[in-house]
């Protein structure tokens, strides 16, 4: 067996996670929230394949770029991270990889959203594949079958390769129905679909112009244009759009004649419902599995998530409780998979709260709204040692930042101020502003925001440290931003009525 030759990682970071509402949500899926201690997923799955190589590659969405910069960070591990303009599912996400890569490059492609505790165990098993990715195949890794799950594919397991450790992929199963679930288990031979590959990049390829060679193309075309900031990769938006939306298993797998099959042994879960986290805490006496703050009396059967206030169950049987700060779940655990046509639901409604978090993760830090009304909005900003904010201006509203923690520098017009611990200090409507935090601890402010509108996307950039600045014209079509500024690239343009920008600066009221 060949346990020398380099394993390249690459960490599919898509998905939204859905069925884990309202903790995990479009703005901030499963794979960043803190769901295990105070790791989130993508952390936990960084460290994981850090013990086969720490320069891994990962692949996410624009809109993520930042959350998975912070993960890989935090992880101790380096590499770039190649950003897709729009989702285009995990066919087009590995082409990409793989064309981006070197040809002999052993790409190792994991998603980003599994909890695999035995990280030895892990390593090993990935490394009993290596011989068979090198001869050409294309590797998969199955789990051994703990119970008759309706919940995952299923791989069929044929005769043993010459290599000892993997097996001839006869067949990929669908997610079965419970009585062909049974059958399967019964039969013996069939393990779990991990949906984790080995191959050379050239063998990818290969089977990619094969089977799915418009993916390909498009997916060529986006990388032949790709653009680079720092560690980022950007894949050109125009050809990715073009590319159609398929797994690789619908693209390739299920096609191409040369796949390998090693099985993991461990523990494995794709955290994929509120049950399957349930599962990963321990049971007390009656069943009940508690997180956080949670209690239960007179009880049995009964998840609890609580990280943020007490949460008492009180009677329950066979219920999941999930209590996050602008929603809660209360959900028999016999719906667990159908948590995503609450979310559907609340989005018909148009209910904010089912993509949306109350508190917003920047790349400088984090806020939290706290209150809003008809004309004011109050927020708690959280702002990184060494982190800025863009250098901005908002048409039609004014701010007042209250340091709680730390010291700002704060910039107004021009004029520069420190601002400690319990000082305020105050932004007119239309002033070019920005806050820092110059210190070595966490900043922390209150902003109060007042004015006829308070949206996130009245924010006109004019410099910005983490390349959020784009020349593109203001809300309603009403302005043309200067080739200095530009508004929120992250946000969603609203038609509203223009202010003009009052031209002289303001005094700086300082308490």
């Not at 393990?191 to 990049?201: P, Q, R, S």
Request: proline share 5%.
């Amino acid at each position: 067996m060949n346990n020398t030759h380099t394993i390249h990682p690459v960490v599919l970071c898509g998905g939204s996670g859905t069925r884990l509402w309202p903790l995990s949500r479009k703005t901030l899926p499963k794979q960043f929230a803190p769901l295990i201690g105070d790791k989130s997923l993508l952390q936990l799955t960084l460290e994981r394949l850090g013990s086969l190589n720490k320069n891994i590659t990962c692949i996410a969405s624009e809109e993520h770029r930042f959350l998975v910069r912070e993960a890989v960070d935090k992880a101790g591990a380096t590499g770039r991270q190649i950003l897709e303009p729009v989702a285009r599912n995990t066919a087009a996400a590995m082409a990409a990889a793989a064309l981006l890569a070197g040809e002999d490059d052993l790409l190792l492609f994991a998603p980003a959203d599994h909890h695999i505790p035995d990280t030895a165990l892990f390593a090993q098993t990935i490394r009993s594949g290596v011989e068979a990715a090198l001869a050409g195949q294309i590797v998969t890794f199955g789990v051994s079958p703990t119970f008759a799950s309706t919940a995952y594919g299923y791989i069929e397991a044929g005769a043993p390769s010459d290599d000892g450790h993997s097996r001839a992929v006869v067949r990929f199963v669908e997610k079965p129905t419970a009585d062909v679930a049974e059958l399967l288990i019964l039969h013996g031979g069939y393990c779990w679909n991990a949906g984790i590959f080995l191959a050379k990049a050239s063998v990818l390829i290969a089977a990619l112009r094969a089977h799915a060679p418009d993916i390909l193309e498009a997916c060529e075309r986006a990388t032949a244009a790709v653009s680079c900031d720092g560690s980022f990769d950007r894949l050109d938006r125009e050809a990715f759009e073009s590319c159609r939306s398929d797994s690789i298993d619908y693209a390739v797998l299920e096609k191409h004649p040369d796949i390998a099959v090693v099985k993991f042994n461990g523990n494995w879960s794709d955290v994929g419902s509120w049950n399957a986290v349930a599962a990963l805490h321990p049971a007390d006496s009656t069943g009940n599995r508690l997180s956080g703050r949670a209690s239960t009396l007179r009880s049995k059967n009964t998840f609890i998530h609580a990280p943020y206030r007490p949460v008492v169950a009180l009677g329950t049987d066979n219920l999941i409780i999930v209590d996050t700060p602008d929603a809660v779940l209360v959900a028999s655990a016999d719906c667990a998979q159908q948590v995503g046509d609450v979310v559907r639901m609340l989005t018909q409604d148009g209910k904010a709260e089912a993509t949306e978090h109350r508190r917003v993760v920047r790349p400088w830090g984090a806020y939290d709204r706290l209150d809003f009304g008809d004309r004011f909005q109050v927020k708690r900003l959280t702002v990184k040692p060494g982190g800025k904010l863009s250098l901005q201006m908002h048409h039609h509203r004014a701010e007042h930042w209250i340091v709680v923690q730390g010291t700002a520098k704060a910039t107004c017009d021009g004029q520069v101020t420190l601002v400690r611990e319990n000082e305020s200090i105050y932004l007119p409507l239309g002033a070019i502003h920005r806050l820092e935090n110059p210190g070595k601890t966490m900043l922390e402010v209150i902003e109060v925001q007042t004015g006829g509108y308070l949206g996130e996307d009245d924010i006109v950039r004019f410099d910005d440290t983490y390349g959020r600045c784009a020349a593109i014209r203001t809300r309603g079509d009403t302005e043309v931003v200067p080739l200095t500024a530009a508004v929120d690239a992250d946000a969603v343009p609203v038609a509203v009525a223009e202010t003009p920008r009052p031209t002289a600066a303001r005094p700086i009221a300082i308490t």
